[in-house]
C-alpha cells in the first residue's frame, strides 16, 4: 500500500542521485533526469471511468505517468503549460485541467488523480503548482525535448 509508494519514490530518487541510467530502450528516458517529483498514483481512466495506479514522474513541464516504475515506455503524458490544478473536497483527490497548447494537439482534459494520504497530496500539489507556474517561463525548446521522447500514440493518451 502506501510503504510500496514510498519504497517506490525513495528507490527511484536514489537512483537518480547515484547517476542511475534507464534503459536506452525506454523513449522518455530522458524525464528521468529532469525530474522533480516521482511516485505512485491512481489515475481515473478518460474512457473507461475505471482507477489504475500509476508509477508519475514530473519533469519539465509535463506529468508523465507509466503503468509502472518499470515500465520501458509511458502510457501516457499531461502537457503543465496553461493548466489547472485543483484539489478536490476529498481531501486525497486533485484534478489537472491542460490547455491545448502548440505542443499537443490533444484538446482540453481534465486528468483526475488520487493519492493514498493527504500528505502525499500536498507534496504533489506543491510541486504541480510549481512547475505550472515554472512552465510559464519555460522555453517552448525545453519543453519539446521531454514532448518529443515521450511521443505515444494518441489513443494512449
Known amino acids: ?20 541510467v534507464p534503459s536506452l530502450d525506454d523513449p522518455c528516458h530522458q524525464v528521468l533526469f529532469f525530474a522533480t517529483k516521482t511516485g505512485l498514483l491512481f489515475k ?11 508509477f508519475c514522474v514530473l519533469a519539465k513541464g509535463f506529468l508523465v505517468y507509466y503503468t509502472d516504475q518499470n515500465a520501458q515506455k509511458a502510457q501516457g503524458l499531461v502537457d ?6 485543483e484539489r478536490l473536497g476529498d481531501g486525497l483527490s486533485f484534478t489537472v485541467t491542460t490547455s491545448v497548447t ?15 494520504s ?8 506543491i510541486a504541480i503548482e510549481q ?13 519539446s525535448e521531454v514532448f ?5 500514440p494518441s489513443s494512449n493518451r
Open 102 to 116: 502548440r505542443l499537443s494537439s490533444t484538446p482540453r482534459r481534465e486528468y483526475i488523480f488520487v493519492c493514498r
Open 80 to 85: 503543465l503549460q496553461g493548466a489547472r490544478f
Open 1 to 20: 500500500g502506501l510503504a510500496l509508494c514510498e519504497m517506490a519514490s525513495a528507490s527511484l530518487a536514489a537512483k537518480r542521485n547515484h547517476l542511475y
Open 44 to 54: 481515473k481512466g478518460a474512457i473507461i471511468s475505471n482507477w489504475k495506479q500509476r
Open 131 to 143: 512547475m505550472i507556474n515554472a512552465g510559464k517561463e519555460e522555453t517552448t525548446k525545453s519543453r
Open 148 to 152: 518529443d521522447a515521450c511521443q505515444m
Open 118 to 125: 493527504q500528505k502525499m497530496v500536498e507534496e504533489w500539489a
